[in-house]
């Protein structure tokens, strides 16, 4: 079955993806999956991979304006050639992160919430579940909206508290950190 996305925001940033994702990568944390291409992504490009994919499936604040009808159903449909190596989270990532207390993964993919608050949230419990030289990438880096709580904010915060102990690889859309110590 082929997969069909009714929205592409992944395709902006697969190139630099892909100079950051290694496919030898074992285990992934995915937080915002919506449709499943960039989960896809991760499970195309990295094949002994499993991973964990977080979302409500409700969409967000700003997505209230989409058509979110069936979304979990798409995302089913887009990901069941690879559903034995993926655990999905049905809530909002602060009630996940509970699940997680223990987790460690390679990479984590924070593409969630919009809102600064939630953002930060995901960038700080990814430090604390990121093994030591794997990698936390959070989308949205560059996204110009109105308001003065978004994704940016968050990250640059993040960058703030946690300097000199994530190493930044690359900041344009997407901000790709390395957690150091």
């Given at each position: 079955m082929t997969p069909e996305f009714k929205y592409?925001?992944?395709?902006?940033?697969?190139?630099?993806?892909?100079?950051f994702v290694s496919p030898d990568l074992g285990r992934i944390?995915?937080?915002?999956?919506?449709?499943?291409?960039?989960t896809r992504f991760f499970l195309e490009r990295c094949p002994a991979a499993t991973m964990t994919c977080?979302?409500?499936?409700?969409?967000?604040?700003?997505?209230?304006?989409?058509?979110?009808?069936s979304l979990l159903d798409r995302f089913m449909?887009?990901?069941?050639e690879f559903k034995h190596r993926i655990q999905i989270y049905q809530m909002d990532s602060w009630k996940a992160w509970t699940y997680m207390l223990y987790s460690h993964f390679d990479l984590i993919f924070v593409d969630g919430s919009h809102l600064a608050p939630d953002v930060l949230?995901?960038?700080?419990?990814?430090?604390?579940?990121?093994?030591?030289?794997?990698?936390?990438?959070?989308?949205?880096?560059?996204?110009?909206?109105?308001?003065?709580?978004?994704?940016k904010v968050a990250i640059e915060a993040f960058?703030?508290?946690?300097k000199g102990r994530v190493r930044i690889l690359y900041l344009d859309r997407i901000a790709v950190m390395q957690k150091i110590c």
């Open positions: 592409d925001w992944f395709s902006p940033i697969r190139a630099d993806m892909e100079r944390l995915e937080i915002g999956s919506f449709e499943g291409q960039s977080v979302d409500h499936f409700q969409g967000g604040e700003d997505q209230q304006s989409l058509d979110l009808s449909a887009n990901v069941a949230n995901d960038l700080c419990q990814s430090y604390r579940c990121v093994r030591q030289d794997g990698l936390i990438i959070a989308d949205d880096y560059s996204w110009e909206n109105q308001r003065s709580d978004c994704p960058l703030t508290c946690f």
